[in-house]
């Protein structure tokens, strides 16, 4: 009984000893926190608060970088920040800047002290780093934003000069003391619009690692001076879970980071940027395995729920700290659309090591280079679920990985790339073109299930393609599933449909060919979401006996002998559809969405 009731007291205390601090624009930092006497800046929060402890913040624009010190001590006890109920809270890392002077035409000059940036200038700050290419020019992290929307920085001055009269454009010149900033306003006195420019290299990310079990929660993050994030070097965007664990980042808006918005990636060190091989990137593992790259210590966060947008690099990066985590419900889209730089590094969500990580229910669109999913080396144990992607250059690119990954009731409107093995593809809709790579002969790692532990190295020496499965999928338009049939390893498909265009593999059983029969897919936006046409036939449904998709059809991925099966070890069964609508556990319909009906449908596939 005395144990019982220690027990209670203890619980009671944790509870009571909880503070929530608040933050308001007329707020004083000597504040106490209270309702009544909130302080001012986010950062003195954060330097206050202790696990368990919740920073509220109140409507307004916070102009600052917040670099929190601690964080929670489990996912019971976290320290969490959020947006009071019914506000809005924007955190930017910009700054306005007025006292524009004419120069001639519509070009306008800004000079600026130097001291306004202190240690850290992004107009002297070049983007830089593994695999990026500058496209045989200088990239700055800095930027300058027109009523909230970033103007392209020009090559030179030459093209601020000569800039086409529906361009505008700005160009920078630092020397000790002073930043000048040339702009072109189109038919705009810049005195009289909202001028911002970049002036934090991010907005909320710690400076030290371990900072675990933090919730961010609800706010506007905006406006961040980012550098290229590759595999190979610290990665910061514009909101940073720093090599740590158990992070929750649910319902923000993050927008116009010059690189990446979310980052889940890796700690700096002595070699970042110093390791572009695949070689080099053996050894960046190597040394992370060492730093505690393990499940007890890094990854598994939570991204969620955000709109996460104009991005130049990424939206969501992660190097080998992305591990075990969950990306859903989110909203990505206009991710490297301006092109005036490239590298291997885009897409809307980039990640290396997503060892069991699921991506579900993501809205993905409008992104360039690789496209929405770019998954490269080590994602075993990986589901990409409930996704739609579309208008993108690639749905996703799956590089060097080994199985086994899961792919499930997606709509794939958009081309698919493949340079991989060991890739479940169950219930999606393909309507792009499917590449498969059949040789590539670098030397990656594989693990044991559910673990960073690296147990082999696959010499590919033959080719890395094949190994694929591929049941009760609908194909249309350019998909051509033949490309498999030269990968170096045995596929299996079985009870998949290949319409108008679509083409079936050598592998393929129990199939539909139907190559007069339009599919009818197109994708419509409304003012309520996102409505998918789709015009289906009776037949799909009972001309052939499709199996249900499980564990034990799927087996195990040749390579890493590991099982399709769920991140906890669990058996995987495919019992539900894109919808969340049960699914036949005899004869399941064929593509995302379960017995919708025959004929021709309009599907809502995405809520605004």
């Known amino acids: 009984m005395k144990n019982a009731i220690g027990i209670i007291l203890l619980i009671l205390a944790a509870t009571t000893y909880a503070t929530e601090f608040h933050v308001a624009t007329n707020g004083i930092d000597s504040n106490d926190g209270s309702p009544l006497a909130p302080l001012r800046t986010i950062q003195h929060a954060a330097d206050l608060a202790q696990p368990g402890d919740t920073v509220t913040v109140h409507a ?67 983007i830089h780093g593994d695999w990026f290419d500058n496209n045989n020019r200088f990239h700055h992290t800095g930027a300058v934003y027109l009523n909230g929307e970033w103007m392209d920085e020009a090559k030179d001055m030459s093209e601020i000069l000569k800039a086409p009269g529906s361009i505008s454009l700005w160009f920078a010149s630092v020397d000790i003391d002073t930043t000048r900033l040339f702009a072109v306003f189109r038919g705009l006195n810049p005195n009289e619009q909202n001028v911002e420019i970049n002036v934090r290299r991010t907005v909320f990310t710690p ?32 909101i940073t879970a720093y090599w740590c664990k158990g992070w929750i980042i649910e319902n923000n808006e993050i927008s116009y980071s010059k690189c990446s ?14 390791s572009a091989s695949a070689e080099g990137y053996v050894g960046t593992i190597q040394r992370a395995l060492a730093n505690g790259w393990n499940k007890e210590t890094v990854g598994s966060h939570i991204v969620r729920n955000n709109q996460i947008h104009h991005c130049e690099q990424t939206g969501i990066v992660g190097s080998l700290g992305c591990a075990f985590s969950t990306i859903e419900g989110n909203e990505i889209h206009d991710i490297h659309v301006r092109n005036l730089f490239g590298g291997a590094e885009m897409a809307g969500i980039k990640f290396h090591g ?22 490269d080396w080590m994602a075993q144990g990986a589901q990409v679920t409930r996704n739609l992607i579309h208008d993108c250059n690639l749905c996703f690119f799956f590089e060097m990985q080994h199985g086994p990954i899961l792919v499930a009731n997606n709509l794939l409107l958009s081309d698919v790339a493949i340079n991989s093995q060991g890739i479940a593809f169950a219930h999606n809709l393909f309507s ?6 059949l040789g590539d002969g670098r030397v990656t790692p594989f693990q044991e299930a559910h673990s960073t532990k690296i147990v082999g190295m696959y010499p590919d020496k033959k080719g890395d393609s094949g190994d694929y499965r591929f049941y009760n999928n609908i194909f249309c338009e350019r ?29 393929d059983k129990d199939t ?44 195990n991925a040749k390579v890493s002998n590991c099982a399709f099966e769920n991140p906890d070890g669990t058996p995987l069964k495919m019992d539900t559809d894109y919808l969340g609508k049960t699914r036949s556990a005899t004869t399941p319909t064929p593509g995302p969405f379960e017995n919708l009906g025959i004929g021709p449908l309009s599907i809502k596939v995405w809520q605004q």
């Not at 009071?84 to 930017?92: M, R």
């Not at 120069?103 to 240690?119: E, H, S, Y």
């Not at 994030?229 to 990665?235: D, E, I, K, N, S």
Request: proline share 6%; aromatic share 8%.
């Open 432 to 437: 792009g073109s499917m590449g498969i790579n």
């Open 512 to 555: 539909i060919v139907k190559p007069d029969c339009d599919s009818g897919v197109r994708l419509k936006e409304k003012p309520d979401g996102w409505y998918l046409s789709l015009t289906v036939e009776k037949s799909w449904c009972d001309a052939v006996k499709r199996a249900p998709v499980t564990t034990a059809l799927l087996g």
């Open 207 to 238: 400076s030290k690692v371990g900072i675990n079990y933090i919730t961010i929660r609800g706010f506007d993050l905006r406006d961040a001076a980012t550098n290229w994030a590759p595999p190979t070097a610290g990665q910061i965007g514009l």
């Open 60 to 126: 307004g624009v916070y102009r600052e970088q917040v670099n929190p010190p601690r964080g929670g001590d489990s996912d019971a006890k976290r320290i969490t920040y959020q947006v009071a109920p019914g506000e809005k809270v924007t955190i930017t890392g910009s700054e306005p800047v007025k006292n524009w002077i004419k120069v001639q035409g519509d070009i306008w000059k800004a000079t600026l002290p130097n001291a306004l940036f202190g240690r850290f200038n992004p107009y002297s700050d070049l």
């Open 261 to 274: 918005g979310v980052s889940l990636g890796k700690y700096s060190d002595e070699l970042d940027n110093k």
């Open 354 to 375: 997503a060892i069991d990580v699921i991506i579900n229910h993501n809205h993905i669109y409008h992104c360039g280079n690789r496209g929405g999913i770019w998954l």
């Open 479 to 507: 998909s051509d599933l033949s490309s498999i049939d030269k990968a170096a390893l045995t596929s299996f498909a079985a009870g998949n449909i290949f319409l108008k265009g679509a083409k079936p593999s050598k592998f």
